[in-house]
């Protein structure tokens, strides 16, 4: 599986979107896109994935260029238990996990 | 709808002392992990099973052994704990269904060895 690339850190305002990059220039084009979020050392959560186009669920949006080789997630408006690790992982569907890489993410604080 | 369940939380262990961490789900996945988490470093897989019956090493294998008891159950053994192995281990576990292969992870495990 690609590995990505993300900021170490954000910082976002209460209420604000928070936007997260991730790079993945080396995906291949049957590798989705995978977001998961790890709240102060509780297991990582599932938030959202895509393959090529946008996707919306009911905690973010994910923006995927045309390339494919970075994407975006989006927290619309960001409240302070958004407080968290984000791992953007990707990954062939094959319906084994084993070759995932878990970087380190982004750690994104969301301040009153 | 419990997901992952593991225990124990917490676990102190001396030198030399072994201890089984135990994982459980109720999702009638076929695939379940056994990570560990420090500081400073991704979470990197010990042990997984991609089904009933089957286990097989991940990056960091060396000190665990695992047993897939059944397809719900999935247990990550230290025989002889040493300080290197303090960390938190989450297991985890994935089901197919297509477009889309998400993990669910435990609460995690706490382990510190002295």
């Known amino acids: 599986d690609a590995k990505t690339t993300q900021p170490t850190s954000m910082d976002c305002a209460e209420g604000r979107a928070a936007n997260l990059p991730c790079n993945h220039s080396?995906?291949?084009?049957?590798?989705?896109v995978y977001w998961y979020r790890q709240i102060h050392s509780q297991g990582p959560q599932y938030i959202i994935h895509?393959?090529?186009?946008?996707e919306t669920n009911e905690m973010a949006s994910l923006i995927i260029t045309e390339d494919r080789k970075s994407s975006t997630l989006i927290l619309p408006h960001a409240t302070l238990r958004d407080t968290a690790v984000y791992y953007c992982?990707?990954?062939?569907?094959?319906?084994?996990?084993?070759?995932?890489?878990w970087g380190l993410g982004t750690s994104l604080a969301v301040n009153p | 709808n419990a997901g992952v369940t593991q225990t124990p939380k917490f676990q102190v262990l001396k030198t030399g002392q072994s201890m089984t961490l135990q994982c459980a789900q109720d999702?009638?996945?076929?695939?379940m992990y056994w990570y560990r988490q420090d500081p400073g470093m991704g979470l990197r897989l010990i042990y997984y099973?991609?089904?009933?019956?089957?286990?097989d090493k991940g990056e960091v294998p060396n000190g665990y052994n695992v047993s897939r008891l059944n397809k719900r159950e999935f247990s990550l053994r230290l025989e002889s704990a040493a300080p290197s192995q303090t960390s938190v281990y989450f297991c985890?576990?994935?089901?197919?269904?297509?477009?889309?292969?998400?993990?669910?992870f435990g609460a995690g495990s706490r382990l510190t060895v002295l």
């Open positions: 985890a576990s994935s089901g197919w269904s297509p477009g889309a292969n998400v993990l669910t």
């Open positions: 895509g393959l090529k186009n946008n």
């Open positions: 099973s991609a089904s009933e019956g089957t286990t």
């Open positions: 080396t995906i291949s084009g049957n590798e989705y």
């Open positions: 992982i990707v990954s062939d569907n094959a319906g084994n996990n084993r070759k995932l890489i």
């Open positions: 999702m009638n996945h076929n695939s």
